[in-house]
């Protein structure tokens, strides 16, 4: 870390602004924000720190996720039997951080049927999703070096209405009965309607969504699911990326940073109720 050239940029930076606001006397930053200040220095530095940790080869432990070990599984059981796979990216448009992450982890489901040579199915309900998805099931085709494998409708358009787009993936599963179903993005009514047809047909069905509404409808139809985290922690899990994998351990660091100095807080508030100690830290820490 000691020779990232952009490390003590972001550190000398840091220092001079606050060696100009020291000595000038000018107000760089409202005193009653440097509080909040310091915080997102502290939890940059940590994920840059873990960022450059794991790009160095160091080791980091992700617990292992049931869902994404059955994707592997559901892919397998498709060409076993000889169907298709089914991927929903969900009903949002590229602006949704949901509808991202189901591209991402699309990626890599494309890269095993590309290896098993399973027919893949993306139906989608916008344009713009449909062209990011193409073009990223195509380069996972292409870096599996089964580019002739990829067919441009593989990923193709229905509709952006909500529940024409779900009658149109519901006629999909009933005429072709694909052996696996994937739901993985931002999913709102519609998401009970397509976990049942899938669940009606036999299929085996793994959901992702961090929308905290739809995630019991997919836990009660669905074999597996991603709940919230789990889902946006899949592509990291996937792909084994250093880059990914470290701001994830990162993160996981500032959750329980933040976690313990709840827990702090709160035995000091209550020792100061109690009289057992002259001074409350959460009096010195509130931002007026």
């Avoid at 530095?45 to 049931?66: M, Q, S, W």
Wanted: net charge negative.
């Amino acid at each position: 870390m000691l020779k990232d050239k952009e490390f003590w940029l972001v550190a000398g930076g840091i220092s001079l602004a606050f060696i100009i606001y020291w000595l000038s006397g000018y107000p760089l930053f409202k005193e009653e924000r440097i509080v909040m200040f310091l915080v997102i220095v502290i939890m940059s530095a940590n994920l840059i720190y873990y960022t450059r940790f794991a790009r160095r080869g160091g080791e980091i432990f992700l617990r292992a996720i049931p869902g994404l070990k059955a994707v592997e599984e559901a892919v397998g059981r498709s060409t076993e039997m000889g169907k298709s796979v089914l991927y929903v990216p969900g009903i949002m448009d590229m602006d949704q951080v949901e509808t991202v992450a189901g591209v991402i982890i699309l990626g890599h489901v494309s890269k095993m049927t590309s290896r098993y040579e399973t027919s893949l199915n993306v139906p989608v309900s916008r344009s713009i999703v449909m062209k990011a998805a193409r073009e990223t099931v195509r380069e996972a085709y292409t870096m599996e070096g089964r580019p002739d494998l990829f067919q441009d409708d593989m990923v193709h358009y229905i509709t952006d209405d909500q529940f024409a787009y779900a009658a149109g993936v519901n006629g999909i599963m009933v005429r072709e009965k694909p052996a696996a179903c994937l739901y993985m993005g931002k999913f709102f009514a519609e998401s009970l309607i397509l976990a049942e047809t899938g669940n009606s047909i036999g299929a085996i069905q793994i959901a992702g969504t961090a929308s905290q509404s739809q995630i019991p409808f997919f836990v009660t139809a669905c074999d597996y699911t991603l709940i919230g985290e789990e889902f946006f922690a899949a592509s990291a899990y996937l792909s084994q990326t250093p880059e990914l994998m470290g701001g994830l351990k990162g993160q996981d660091m500032m959750k329980a940073g933040i976690t313990t100095a709840i827990l702090i807080s709160l035995l000091m508030r209550i020792l100061f109720d109690l009289g057992l100690i002259k001074w409350n830290i959460i009096s010195i820490l509130t931002v007026q």
